[in-house]
């Protein structure tokens, strides 16, 4: 039970330390410097889908032929379904973007940054979770430090991302307290996600498969339609391309080492 409670708090906790940030530096992130952020971010996202989730789905679906490959797919098409729905209803408002998104709302800016945000932490409470009933039901198949890995991985790369909503609150006028506050409550999804796939998963053992590769489709969604748009737009793109590789590498070591 200890084990299964630090899987689902880490990644919170690395959110909350890169919101606490607020309270270290003057200035927001250089430009530069939330392209490699947000480019290790994706790097981490792709590689957690493919290492932690899309192939532990494959095995435990690997019944011979075409079947063994049926519910990565399904997941990983209603994964991507379902965030595209998630994006297309929430109002939200993206950090280096200049119009709002999805239905019009009265909703502050500031609301619909920490919306924003709270999309694509969604996925990845969902991607640990998962882990985690897939270790405690189909240890053969996913090693409890495996879903421990996983979770490193994403509270890793959670930290640049609490940094990089807390700091823009922050030289927008807000004050620390509250674009800390915003920050820390912007990851605070990702553990709530995380338990109620846990429950759902135990409910429902034989759907761990598509349940995997759902949150992999989830996490590639973010990554496809916000990350590599974000790193690739203006100047420094090119930075935003090594963190991509950075973040990519770290998170296939940790799969393979921890796991």
């Known amino acids: 039970m200890e084990v299964l409670l630090i899987g ?17 530096m003057k200035k927001s992130l250089a430009a530069g410097v939330q392209k490699v952020m947000l480019g290790f971010a994706a790097g981490v996202m792709v590689a957690a889908s493919v290492w932690s989730l899309i192939i532990p789905a494959m095995e435990m679906s690997d019944t011979g032929g075409i079947m063994s490959v049926v519910p990565a797919a399904v997941g990983i098409g209603a994964g991507m379904l379902f965030l595209l729905i998630l994006d297309r209803i929430t109002p939200h408002h993206h950090l280096t973007g200049d119009e709002d998104e999805g239905p019009q709302s009265k909703l502050s800016r500031t609301t619909k940054l920490a919306l924003a945000v709270t999309i694509h932490n969604v996925p990845e409470g969902m991607a640990v979770g998962v882990a985690l009933a897939a270790a405690l039901e189909h240890s053969s198949y996913i090693s409890m430090a495996a879903a421990l890995a996983l979770s490193v991985g994403i509270a890793i790369q959670n930290f640049p991302e609490g940094a990089i909503v807390s700091m823009p609150l922050r030289t927008a006028g807000n004050s620390r307290g509250k674009a800390f506050g915003i920050g820390v409550l912007s ?22 498969p598509y349940m995997l590769s759902f949150a992999a489709g989830a996490m ?37 080492v921890l796991g």
């Open 220 to 256: 590639l969604y973010v990554v496809v339609e916000e990350l590599i748009p974000e790193t690739q737009e203006g100047r420094h793109s090119d930075l935003g391309t090594l963190g991509f590789a950075v973040g990519f590498i770290l998170m296939m070591v940790l799969d393979v």
């Open 187 to 208: 990851g605070v999804v990702e553990p709530i996600a995380a338990a109620l796939t846990i429950i759902f998963a135990e409910l429902i053992v034989p759907a761990l």
């Open 8 to 24: 689902l708090l880490v990644p919170f906790a690395g959110t909350t330390a890169g919101a606490a940030m607020v309270y270290l």
